[in-house]
């Protein structure tokens, strides 16, 4: 499966990886049949340079904007200031395996991951504009 993520989206989320570095960034990915847009969100975790929560409010709110008819949650992301962009053991103690999209920023590198219930499965991507 190739997932579509809206022109511009790398490079959002390269730019807030590094606004929050040394600390991991988060936030929420939005959109419908495809990744259009990421909704930074503060990171709550009592240890932000190695770890991510983000905040409950944020969650609320995006969902609740998609019951109203706002872009539906589709996944979350985070950067690894001083990793890779590949699942942490961290981030697999965390999965819910509920199919969720996790994008995973490291420098200027980006990798999705689907949140699957047998572990993260790499996604492909493509860049598109409609």
């Known amino acids: 499966m190739t997932l579509e993520v809206a022109s511009g989206l790398i490079a959002t989320l390269v730019a ?32 932000p340079a190695r770890q991510f929560e983000i905040d409950p ?15 539906p949650v589709l996944g979350y992301y985070h950067s690894h200031p001083t990793g890779d962009p590949a699942p942490s053991a961290t981030d697999r103690a965390h999965s819910a395996g509920d199919g969720s999209v996790w994008a995973i ?18 996604l492909s991507y493509a860049v598109g504009d409609g």
Request: net charge neutral.
């Open 16 to 47: 807030e990886a590094a606004s929050a570095a040394p600390h991991e960034c988060c936030g929420i990915l939005l959109g419908r049949g495809r990744i259009e847009r990421a909704l930074p969100a503060a990171n709550r975790a009592a240890d």
């Open 57 to 71: 409010q944020a969650l609320i709110s995006a969902h609740r904007a998609a019951r109203e008819g706002g872009l």
């Open 105 to 122: 920023v490291a420098g200027d590198a980006v990798a999705f991951w689907k949140d699957a219930p047998g572990g993260f499965q790499a």
